[in-house]
């Protein structure tokens, strides 16, 4: 089993529209979870950290499931923009030290007009 | 721009050769990480500098891959005796706090 897995997609979903994708993570003891956005051939861009408590920003909304092990994006409202791959990233240590982000392979996400 | 800078963008070369890229972080920052991607897979850790001291490193870090950050500024990735395996985009990210990393444009590497 991948320490980070993802549906890699492709999603193909119409303007306007709600999608939601998971990440599942195999280590219990993670601390931190985060989004990232990637562009074709671009590097990956923070989009938003996941708390236990979710969070949103603007119409996209980040949870956690510490039970079984998974965190959420749902982005509302889809737009044209949002075409691109979304990569979570777990930082799987339990202690302070490690900085290492362990990065799923990513969901691919079409926009269609 | 004040975002985190990597050279060269793009290299191609012959296989055995060696490569180095550099990057300069964020100027505040005091993390600096490299990760490499290749098609298809998200970024995977190389290794993490806090200041001048490399404090991390993943096994996928091979004898051949070497890193520095001298002055606890900007940091240097070199590949030696390069393998077509070797080909991806290496990136840098720098951090002023834990996790919180920001990359750079990337350094894409094809070896011939």
């Known amino acids: 089993r991948k320490e980070v897995e993802q549906d890699p997609g492709p999603f193909n979903v119409p303007e306007g529209a709600t999608v939601a994708f998971n990440c599942t993570y195999s280590?219990?003891?993670?601390?931190?979870f985060f989004w990232y956005r990637q562009d074709c051939r671009k590097e990956p861009k923070l989009l938003m950290s996941?708390?236990?408590s979710g969070n949103e920003d603007g119409r996209f909304t980040a949870q956690l499931n510490r039970a079984s092990q998974y965190i959420s994006l749902l982005i509302r409202d889809s737009k044209l923009s949002d075409s691109a791959t979304y990569l979570c990233?777990?930082?799987?240590?339990?202690?302070?030290?490690?900085?290492?982000?362990?990065f799923g392979t990513g969901t691919r996400l079409t926009i269609i007009p | 721009d004040t975002g985190v800078s990597q050279d060269p963008r793009h290299k191609i070369t012959k296989r055995g050769q060696n490569v180095t890229f550099r990057c300069d972080p964020i100027?505040?920052?005091?993390?600096l990480y490299w990760y490499r991607q290749t098609l298809g897979q998200g970024p995977e850790f190389l290794t993490y500098?806090?200041?001048?001291?490399?404090?991390?490193k993943s096994r996928l870090l091979s004898d051949r891959f070497s890193a520095e950050r001298p002055k606890g500024s900007f940091s240097t990735l070199e590949i030696q005796r390069t393998e077509q395996g070797d080909s991806a985009m290496y990136l840098c990210?720098?951090?002023?706090?834990?996790?919180?990393?920001?990359f750079g444009e990337g350094s894409w590497l094809t070896v011939v």
């Open positions: 990210a720098s951090s002023p706090r834990r996790n919180t990393i920001y």
């Open positions: 280590n219990s003891a993670s601390q931190s």
């Open positions: 996941v708390y236990s």
């Open positions: 990233a777990v930082n799987m240590n339990k202690f302070e030290g490690s900085e290492k982000l362990t």
């Open positions: 100027s505040e920052h005091n993390r």
């Open positions: 500098f806090q200041n001048e001291a490399q404090l991390e």
